[in-house]
Nanobody, 127 residues
Framework: QVQFVESGGGLVQPGGSLKLSCAAS????????IGWFRQAPGKEREGVSS????????YYADSVKGRFTISRDNAKNTVYLQMNSLKPEDTAVYYC????????????????????WGQGTQVTVSS
């Protein structure tokens, strides 16, 4: 089955950190830009960060800039999202997906360009 599997979520206090992983199965991620998205209860899915196919370029939504870091290891077919200084408003299910139309970083997070969505991993920031 061709998809991503996200992991690393959990419950963390405000100000804490988590590192999410996004492991691909059934395809090679090295050819695609990858995006991290999140969806909070009652809200639409939003783009959080993206990384180019070669890992040389990254992009962050304003809400996470300076706190989150995206990276990738193409040899391991895995993309990461390091999340620091977490806030309650970061609470959401986090997903990753491959942009089948781009190798360069995606600043628009156009969801119809993405495929191989995983099941997501829950991140809860609460005291």
């Amino acid at each position: 089955q061709v998809q991503f599997v996200e992991s690393g979520g959990g419950l963390v206090q405000p100000g804490g950190s988590l590192k999410l992983s996004c492991a691909a199965s059934g395809f090679f991620t090295q050819y695609y830009a990858i995006g991290w998205f999140r969806q909070a209860p009652g809200k639409e899915r939003e783009g959080v960060s993206s990384i180019s196919a070669d890992g040389g370029s990254t992009y962050y939504a304003d809400s996470v800039k300076g706190r989150f870091t995206i990276s990738r290891d193409n040899a391991k077919n895995t993309v990461y999202l390091q999340m620091n200084s977490l806030k309650p408003e970061d609470t959401a299910v986090y997903y990753c997906a491959a942009n089948l139309m781009r190798t360069m970083v995606d600043k628009g997070f156009t969801t119809h360009e993405y495929a191989y969505w995983g099941q997501g991993t829950q991140v809860t920031v609460s005291s």
